[in-house]
């Protein structure tokens, strides 16, 4: 079991394992804990905020640097001490009194503030978002620093406590268990501690006006929704108990303590995944399950995503081909169409488009292009058809167990299946992974 994901940084190389987005991620530390603590006004978008940051030493440091974006910092201490800091585009730079000394832990504490509002990129913006009536968080994959500073790469995961501050008439959900609600004069503060180490980019907090239920069962469910949409809430996330006891199966154990569901009071145009959470849209609620494949996509990413987090965006497949191959799995289990059936149905899909990309590196623009979430479920489903069932689950439950809550490359997923096979694998990756020419089904 790795308890903490090493990233992949040297220090005197300068690499830092993030190609697709080198503008983020920083070097010569990594992070063991955020405590962040914000005040935040809904209506005016006005966020006060403290992030107290435990760090690692990989280097002797001089200065160190953090992604923040739209935010001002106000005040900087390191190890207790004021420290120098300038901010240029998203990057905080902090020089401490005293230089860091290779291996030891030091603890930042930032002050900052501002109107929070999402990052631009290719695919719009992400972060910190208001909705009609409150806020939405959806990062992925380089929102985070638009709401708090940090080492924003994923494989340096980390433990997290967040509190929120704001009017009590909002619900306030963040990542992990709820460990405080204090109600003052007219705000609420809510205080969430996320145990199990958390990529930077699944942090989340969501704020509106919503309904609260609750589901028992082996992992405990909550739901908010608008109150409104409570029938059909319930219907459409009806059946996540049985999901769960399929993938518990599959997979493996539930990686977390509680699965929780937002449904915003608008309109997303694709759910989004935190740990430990999922946020969907009214959009994606009909009260008859018409997007169930999604619900247990967004479901199946608990595992594949949150507990085993890819430590270069490169491996998108590592997340997207296993969420889509679980909305196969639930297909079949659910009595509809088998993965065998879909998968030829989508086999035929892709050889009828564009083949201009390798699974195992796509691209920084096509991370969420349909085409690499399907083509990594065609890739599972042979490895599965190669493996047999009685090989293939075992080998995907030994794969959420080594790396649970850990860092993970498309090089240690080949390794460990290979131990599984009796047959050399090398010619179903090369063309599956690393070659752009759709390979005929199941080879
Ligand atoms: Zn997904």
Known sequence: MIRKARPIVSVASGTCGHPYFPERGNEGYWVEHYDLALEYRVVANRLRASATISAFAAGALSWFALDLAGLRATAVLVDGLPARFTQHGDKLRVTPARTLQEGTLFVVEIRYGGNPRPVPSHWGGLGWEQLSDGVIVASQPTGAPSWFPCNDRPGDKSTFRISVTTASAYEVVANGRLAGKRRAASTTTWVYEQAEPMATYLASVQIGRYQTAEVSGPVPQRL????????????????????????????????????????????LEIPVEAQGMSIFGRNHVDGRRGEERLVAHELAHQWFGNSLTLESWREIWLHEGFASYAEWLWSEASGGETADALAARWHRKLSRLPQDFVLADPGARRLFDDRVYKRGALTVHALRRALGDEAFFPMLREWTTTYQHGAVTTDRFTRLADRYATTPLDPLFTSWLHTERLPAEHR
Not at 234 to 246: E, I, N
Not at 248 to 262: D, I, S
């Open 224 to 267: 908010f929704f608008p109150s409104r949409l409570a029938s059909r809430v319930r219907l459409d996330f009806g059946r996540q108990q049985q999901m769960l006891a399929l993938f518990t199966e599959r997979f493996g154990p539930y990686p977390f303590a509680a699965y929780t569901v937002v449904v915003a009071d608008d309109d």
